[in-house]
Each structure stands twice: as structure tokens, then as C-alpha cells.
């Protein structure tokens, strides 16, 4: 059984109905045609907005923004988020509301609807909280142990000198985040070179939890393909994952457009390393991927992942040959890390999760995101790389309810240097409602090639 929370509706017409959630999603309650929970768009209802709330669930965790609707939504009987009466929606849009984080037997209500919260822990989470007891270290990774202990006493203590974990010797710091540290490194018998990354969660790991994440991180390691970042060795211990990737001595798409001190791109490199994005997508989204265990011990074939967090920052660029080849990062490991409820994050408390490069389908539906939510972010990158700006404009306003209620602006309108066929091509591929317009990276490869020919 794994952490699941239940929203029943307690009061109004829908009174009975409940909404299970057990994985990572985020979800907008209203009358809209795309929501869930979806409030019928009748007059019984007519004081619910359309898009009235969002709710951002990590079982067991969860919680709600009121999105500025024009009655407010109620938690515990205080009213949250409600515009002011002289603002219109669009105005109210222009302010991003605060988040309140709801717990078991919490009631929220919407005009005269009423959601009553449950939470059902996991019970390897009951059991780590009651004894405090460290989850065992996978069998086959026993030999992590001292090394990263010796790892834990050097980088995670922010002491300046590099130091040496097991066979690898740390040569610089390359980057870090909320809950990890990235270290280039060498291997003392090959020199190989690798990007050396630590996960330290922020909540008490179960076993339950660090099992599932490492059988994803296993799905991961099957990834073979020149356009994606390779994961080379990972393990657990100590509440720490540590793993080896495949080091791109050229960083990331960020670091290549900060170095030239320009904002943008040339239109030939942007395109071209989209161009290779997205033949790494079109290889993981077809991959056979070992997801389900049978009986036997053995694994069944599934197809395909889903990155859901494409953007400049993890599009990596190595040199080989002579050329350079862009390769797509962290291949599911902070998704499948969140998702394990390993981070303590939530996606609207993570800035990770501000979306600039999500499609709507994936604010509305994250659980079921599909392949094309990966094409859509190729093209904002790609938006990004040659104009220096977001596809929507999302300043001074709530980032989520502009992804729900805008359209991208017409590249052109960025920058009217880029031509016309490619303006073409990326505008479609921007386009997300009522669907993505490209369905499949190779459809869109297809189609920006097209148009540069």
C-alpha cells in the first residue's frame, strides 16, 4: 500500500463522491470541461470559477491555491485567496495567492461545495517515523557504504577541499540544487571522467520509498542513446543516493548562453541542438523500459518515459569529435526522486515546478502526461534559446492560471529576425489547446527541418 489521499465531496449536489490520489499530480478544481475534479457548469453552481483552485498533491502530502476566484475558497472556514470586489479575473491573475497545506479532516469549500480531506500513510512510512530506524542498504550496493561516508564527511559538510569517494577522485564542484550536489570527478584506474551527483532527502526515507525509486533509476539505466545523458552507477545508504553519469564537459544550454554574454542563441545552433533534443526523445519515448515485475522476478516490457521536466538547464552539450552534441539530463531522476515522496517537495513549492516550459495538459492532468508534453517543452526551449523569452508571459502573474487561460506570443512578436517558415513551425508547436499540435518528436523534427531546408 503506498501514501494515498481522498478528497470526498461532503456537501452540495455532488455530496458522496470521492477523488483518490496516489502519485504525484497537480489538479484545478472548476466548472472548465478540462478539470478534475470537474463541478458541473450550471447555475447551481455559477459561483465556482472556472479555473477556481489549484491543488498540488504529493501524497501524503497536498495543498490549495485559491487562483482569485470571485468567491473565494474556504479552508477550515477562512476564507483564502477571493479577489477584491472592484478586480476583474484578469487583474486577479496578476496576483500569484498563497498556498495553504491541507491535512487529514481539513474541508475546503467551494461557494456550496465542500471537499473533506483523508490521508492514508503508507505503512513503511508509520513504521520509519515510529522507529527512526535507517532503511536497509540494498544488497547490491553494500559497497557504497564507506564511500559515502567518506563523501558525507567532505561535500556535505562544505568543506573547501575535494577529497576522494571510493574510486573517484572530486575535482570541482559542478553544481547543486534543493536537495542535491553535483561534483565532476575522475576515476583513479580509467580517468574517466563523470558528473557525480548526491540526492540528500529532506523527509524520513521508508523502505518502501527508496526501493521504488531505485527499480526507476534501474528503468533509467537502459537508456542508451547519444542524446541522452547516461547513467552510468547509483546506490543508496545512509539516506543518501549517490550516482555517476556520463560527464558533458560543454554544461548545460544555460551555462552556454551565459558564457557568450548574449541572451540568445544563433538560430542554426538553437535549432540544431533542438534538433538532437529530439531524437532523444523520440528513442525514450519508444524505449522498452523493464517497469513491472513479474512473479518470476523478472521484468515485463513497458514503452517509454516521459521526461516532464525538459528545459535549458538539463539539456547537456559534450564535445565528440570535434562537434557538439546535445544530450538530455536527468532523465526522470528528480520526477521519480519527488514522486517517491523522497524530496519533501511539492511541484508549486519547488521551483522546478514554475511553468515555464509545461504545457496546459500537463498542469491539468501531471499523473497522465503524455509524450507530447516532452515536444511542447522541446519548443519552448527552443522559444527561449532564440528570443530570451518564455513562450507565455507569466510575470506578475499566477504562473499556473496564465498556463491555464494564455497562448504563447507569436515567436515573431519576440524578435522579428527569425524567418518566417521556422516562425511557422514553433508557433505550432506552441500550440496547446484544446491540444498539443505536434504529437511526437519525430513529427516535429520533421517539421522544423522542414522548414530551415
Known amino acids: 500500500m503506498s501514501s494515498k489521499v481522498t478528497l470526498t465531496i461532503t456537501s452540495g449536489n455532488l455530496k458522496g463522491r470521492e477523488f483518490i490520489f496516489d502519485t504525484r499530480t497537480t489538479c484545478i478544481i472548476g466548472r472548465a470541461k478540462d478539470c478534475y475534479p470537474k463541478i458541473p457548469d450550471d447555475e447551481k453552481h455559477r459561483t465556482i470559477s472556472r479555473y477556481h483552485c489549484l491543488l498540488d498533491i504529493n501524497p501524503p502530502d497536498i495543498r490549495v491555491r485559491d487562483f482569485g476566484s470571485k468567491n473565494g475558497t474556504f479552508v477550515n472556514g477562512k476564507k483564502i485567496g477571493q479577489r477584491k470586489a472592484h478586480q476583474t479575473p484578469e487583474e486577479a491573475a496578476q496576483i500569484q495567492f498563497p498556498e495553504y497545506d491541507l491535512q487529514g479532516g481539513d474541508e475546503f469549500t467551494l461557494s456550496h461545495t465542500s471537499f473533506r480531506v483523508g490521508v492514508a500513510l503508507d505503512p513503511e512510512i508509520v513504521k520509519t517515523l515510529q522507529h527512526q530506524?535507517?532503511?536497509?542498504?540494498?544488497?547490491?550496493?553494500?559497497?557504497?557504504?564507506?564511500?559515502?561516508?567518506?563523501?558525507?564527511?567532505?561535500?556535505?559538510?562544505?568543506?573547501s577541499n575535494m577529497g576522494v569517494l571510493g574510486d573517484y577522485v572530486l575535482l570541482k564542484e559542478l553544481g547543486r540544487g534543493g536537495f542535491s550536489l553535483v561534483y565532476l570527478a575522475r576515476h583513479k584506474q580509467t580517468n574517466?571522467?563523470?558528473?557525480?551527483?548526491?540526492?540528500?532527502?529532506?523527509?524520513?526515507?521508508?523502505?518502501?520509498?527508496?526501493?521504488?525509486?531505485?527499480?526507476?533509476?534501474?528503468?533509467?539505466?537502459v537508456l542508451k542513446h547519444p542524446n541522452v545523458v547516461g547513467l552510468k552507477e547509483f546506490g543508496y545508504a545512509d539516506e543518501t543516493f549517490f550516482f555517476t553519469m556520463e560527464y558533458c564537459d560543454g554544461g548545460s544550454v544555460v551555462d552556454l548562453m551565459e558564457k557568450r554574454g548574449f541572451s540568445t542563441l544563433p538560430i542554426g545552433e538553437a535549432v540544431a541542438i533542438i534538433l538532437q533534443v529530439l531524437d532523444g526523445l523520440t528513442y525514450t519515448h519508444n524505449a522498452e523500459i523493464p517497469n513491472v515485475r513479474l512473479a518470476d522476478g523478472s521484468f515485463a516490457k513497458g514503452r517509454g518515459l516521459i521526461h516532464r521536466d525538459l528545459k535549458p538547464g538539463n539539456i547537456f552539450l559534450a564535445n565528440v569529435g570535434g562537434k557538439q552534441v546535445a544530450?538530455?539530463?536527468?532523465?526522470?531522476?528528480?520526477?521519480?526522486?519527488?514522486?517517491?515522496?523522497?524530496?519533501?517537495?511539492?511541484?508549486?513549492g519547488n521551483v522546478v515546478g514554475t511553468?515555464?516550459?509545461?504545457?496546459?495538459?500537463?498542469?491539468?492532468?501531471?499523473?497522465?502526461?503524455?509524450?507530447?508534453?516532452?515536444?511542447?517543452?522541446?519548443?519552448?526551449?527552443?522559444?527561449?534559446?532564440i528570443t530570451g523569452y518564455s513562450p507565455r508571459n507569466l510575470q506578475d502573474q499566477d504562473p499556473f492560471l496564465a498556463v491555464l487561460q494564455t497562448d504563447a506570443v507569436p515567436v515573431r512578436d519576440r524578435t522579428s529576425a527569425i524567418p518566417q517558415p521556422l516562425a511557422t513551425?514553433?508557433?505550432?508547436?506552441?500550440?496547446?489547446?484544446?491540444?498539443?499540435?505536434?504529437?511526437?518528436a519525430a513529427e516535429f523534427k520533421q517539421a522544423l527541418f522542414n522548414s530551415i531546408s
Request: proline share 6%; glycine share 4%.
Open 327 to 348: 544530450k538530455i539530463g536527468d532523465y526522470g531522476l528528480a520526477k521519480a526522486f519527488d514522486q517517491a515522496g523522497l524530496s519533501g517537495q511539492t511541484m508549486t
Open 192 to 221: 574517466e571522467q563523470v558528473a557525480l551527483k548526491v540526492m540528500l532527502p529532506k523527509v524520513a526515507a521508508n523502505q518502501r520509498a527508496v526501493n521504488w525509486f531505485l527499480r526507476e533509476v534501474e528503468n533509467m539505466e
Open 133 to 159: 530506524t535507517p532503511p536497509v542498504i540494498p544488497s547490491n550496493q553494500a559497497n557504497l557504504w564507506e564511500m559515502l561516508q567518506a563523501f558525507l564527511l567532505k561535500a556535505v559538510a562544505n568543506e
Open 355 to 385: 511553468p515555464y516550459f509545461m504545457p496546459r495538459q500537463q498542469v491539468v492532468n501531471y499523473k497522465y502526461a503524455q509524450p507530447d508534453v516532452d515536444v511542447w517543452a522541446a519548443a519552448a526551449c527552443l522559444y527561449v534559446m
Open 425 to 440: 513551425v514553433i508557433d505550432r508547436a506552441l500550440i496547446d489547446n484544446p491540444d498539443i499540435y505536434y504529437k511526437s
